[in-house]
């Protein structure tokens, strides 16, 4: 009943013209796929190009962040009506690239979440901890907080627009995946966490995807777990042979 989401995030790669072939080329690869959804994230710079490149496809659009608030004198930043203008139906919210090199606050993305879901964007709100909060068995606790601090205020009908994605920073871009036990477990936690806050059926209906070097050789194994609804992927999203594989998983 959880229509999987199989998500590229490009992060800061791709020239416009770059991007377009990208594209170009998964959706021809990706045409017939018509049981899940599929959606790419690239750099500002490429929305709007990537965006003509895709109407009339079956690929979405996202963005990798906003700023909460609607216009202003905010230098340098791109606000939630703006991503909506030029087609964007996703963001991706508090990625952990964002918390370490830009001190991003739950209280901060929280506001991203709130400001995203006014205005008609999905938000994917990614939480996950560090190699030494998992060492120091520490991880439950972090992400339990970090799920709960990030989704105050959301309420159950609003919760039903929000992705979850659980990306541990120790497996982003390190080629160390959690294996899929430990990702199930905790995506297991955080439907837990969800179930506590908005009760079983919202929990139930809301998804939960995995980041962290997902690859096409362990994305079957991911995706086989039952907490897991699809994937968040960085590295292997900027190559439409790997990413098409991924998407296809287990086909
Ligand atoms: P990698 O797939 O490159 O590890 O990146 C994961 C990620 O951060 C997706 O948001």
């Not at 938000?123 to 105050?152: D, F, N, S, W, Y």
Request: proline fraction near 4%.
């Amino acid at each position: 009943m959880r229509v999987p989401l199989m998500a590229g995030n490009w992060k800061m790669y791709k020239s416009v013209g770059e991007a377009i072939a990208l594209v170009q080329a998964l959706k021809e690869s990706l045409a017939d796929i018509a049981d899940r959804e599929i959606l790419v994230c690239p750099p500002f710079t490429a929305l709007y190009p990537v965006a003509e490149t895709l109407k009339g496809s079956n690929i979405e659009l996202g963005a990798q962040n906003i700023y909460p608030k609607e216009e202003g004198a905010y230098t340098g930043e791109i606000s939630p009506t703006m991503l909506v203008d030029v087609g964007c139906r996703y963001v991706i919210v508090g990625h952990s690239e964002r918390r370490q090199h830009f001190k991003e606050s739950d209280e901060f993305i929280n506001r991203k979440v709130h400001l995203a879901l006014e205005h008609g964007l999905r938000p994917i709100l990614c939480v996950g901890e560090t190699l030494e909060e998992r060492e120091a068995g520490h991880e439950v606790e972090v992400v339990t907080k970090q799920v709960q601090e990030c989704l105050a205020g959301v309420t159950g009908e609003e919760i039903k627009e929000v992705v979850v994605a659980y990306e541990p920073v120790w497996a982003i871009g390190t080629g160390l995946t959690a294996t899929p036990r430990q990702a199930q477990a905790m995506h297991e936690t955080i439907r837990d966490i969800l179930q506590d806050l908005y009760g079983q059926e919202t929990a139930e209906a809301t998804r939960i995807i995995y980041g962290g070097s997902v690859k096409p050789d362990n994305v079957d194994d991911l995706m086989r777990e039952p907490d897991i609804d699809g994937t968040l992927v960085g590295g292997a999203s900027l190559k439409a042979e790997s990413f098409t594989r991924i998407v296809k998983n287990d086909e």
